[in-house]
């Protein structure tokens, strides 16, 4: 029984720690030019898009993005890990991801609470 506990808990390590380990490439891959006010949509300048990354990144769907509530142009996903909180952007006109944004989330709901509207 404590062989299995061990066994589970290394596993969940492990997830956990490529979860940030992908987190922070998808970070370091976001072109540095992308910003929430880019209205372009040549999808040849997407490298990654909506369609690749919703069926293989886990992650949660957002109401809002949390730094622009009322902006309709984008729409935003987090994803967890461990105790930090990646916040991805993506273009709403192509679902061309913009950018990413990692944070604990203690200070995500010390930021913007736990409702997003």
Same mark, same amino acid.
């Given at each position: 029984?404590? *062989? ?12 956990? %720690? ?27 300048? &997407? ?17 809002? &993005? ?12 987090? *994803? ?15 679902? &061309? %991801? %913009? ?19």
């Amino acid at each position: 029984m404590m *062989r299995t506990k061990t066994l589970l808990a290394h596993g969940l390590i492990r997830c956990g %720690l490529a979860a940030v380990l992908l987190g922070a490439l998808l970070a370091a891959m976001t072109p540095a030019n992308a910003s929430k006010d880019e209205k372009k949509s040549d999808t040849a300048s &997407c490298w990654i898009s909506y369609s690749d990354y919703e069926p293989n990144f886990p992650h949660v769907d957002l109401a809002a &993005c949390p730094d622009a509530p009322k902006d309709e142009t984008v729409f935003c996903r987090a *994803r967890l890990a461990g105790d930090s909180m990646t916040i991805d952007r993506f273009r709403q006109a192509d679902g &061309c %991801l %913009l950018g990413s944004v990692t944070t604990s989330i203690a200070d995500f709901i010390k930021s913007y609470g736990t409702n997003l509207k």
